[in-house]
């Protein structure tokens, strides 16, 4: 295997994992070109029905039964959150304790003027909450609001984590 560029030790890696990845899934996930990634495709020599067979009768009928059944909604919704908050949300806004503890600093300002009333982080990730719920109350349903509240809960429960540590190093 040292004789191997390391595009190819990660397709040749990906494709023992997955045995039935088609080139581009291989492309994609190995950041190479389709084309390199069938070439390495074509050299292991064994039909695909081989492993298609091999898979179908590792599996009993129990599994092969729930891989037919599609996820509940809430599993969907929590998936999507989890992707979402660790993957395009967290580039675009940065880590969530940082971008609730600047919203807190800008809310801070805004209920000083009202009231004076002070908020951290993990209460910003809850008011998301409560505003995720107030415009799940109106007509229509937006699928978001379920993910992205899931997704301010978390962020909630982080943002407490992450206060509680610093109040114990001090």
Same mark, same amino acid.
């Given at each position: 295997?040292?004789?191997?560029?390391?595009?190819?030790?990660?397709?040749?890696?990906?494709?023992?994992?997955?045995?039935?990845?088609?080139?581009?899934?291989?492309?994609?996930?190995?950041?190479?070109?389709?084309?390199?990634?069938?070439?390495?495709?074509? +050299?292991?020599?064994? %039909?695909?029905? &081989?492993?298609?067979? =091999?898979?179908?009768?590792? #599996?009993?009928?129990?599994?092969?039964?729930?891989? +037919?059944?599609?996820? %509940?909604?809430? &599993?969907?919704?929590? =998936?999507?959150?989890?992707? #979402?908050?660790?993957?395009?949300r967290n580039k675009a806004y940065g880590p969530p304790h940082r971008n609730l503890s600047d919203c807190a600093l800008l809310w801070d300002a805004y209920l000083a003027i009202r009231n004076g009333a002070?908020?951290?982080?993990?209460?910003?990730?809850?008011?998301?909450?409560?505003?995720?719920?107030?415009?799940?109350?109106?007509?229509?349903?937006?699928?978001?609001?379920?993910?992205?509240?899931?997704?301010?809960?978390?962020?909630?429960?982080?943002?407490?984590?992450?206060?509680?540590?610093?109040?114990?190093?001090?």
């Amino acid at each position: 295997m040292s004789d191997m560029t390391a595009e190819e030790t990660r397709v040749w890696k990906y494709l023992l994992e997955n045995p039935l990845a088609k080139a581009g899934d291989v492309a994609m996930n190995c950041d190479v070109h389709v084309d390199f990634a069938q070439q390495c495709i074509d +050299r292991i020599g064994t %039909p695909r029905e &081989v492993f298609e067979r =091999e898979l179908l009768q590792g #599996l009993r009928e129990d599994e092969m039964n729930q891989r +037919r059944e599609v996820k %509940p909604t809430r &599993v969907q919704t929590l =998936e999507t959150a989890i992707k #979402l908050t660790a993957g395009d949300r967290n580039k675009a806004y940065g880590p969530p304790h940082r971008n609730l503890s600047d919203c807190a600093l800008l809310w801070d300002a805004y209920l000083a003027i009202r009231n004076g009333a002070q908020i951290d982080a993990e209460a910003v990730a809850w008011m998301n909450v409560l505003q995720k719920i107030a415009r799940s109350a109106q007509p229509g349903y937006h699928p978001d609001n379920y993910t992205d509240a899931a997704a301010y809960s978390a962020i909630a429960g982080e943002c407490r984590e992450i206060d509680f540590e610093m109040e114990k190093d001090k």
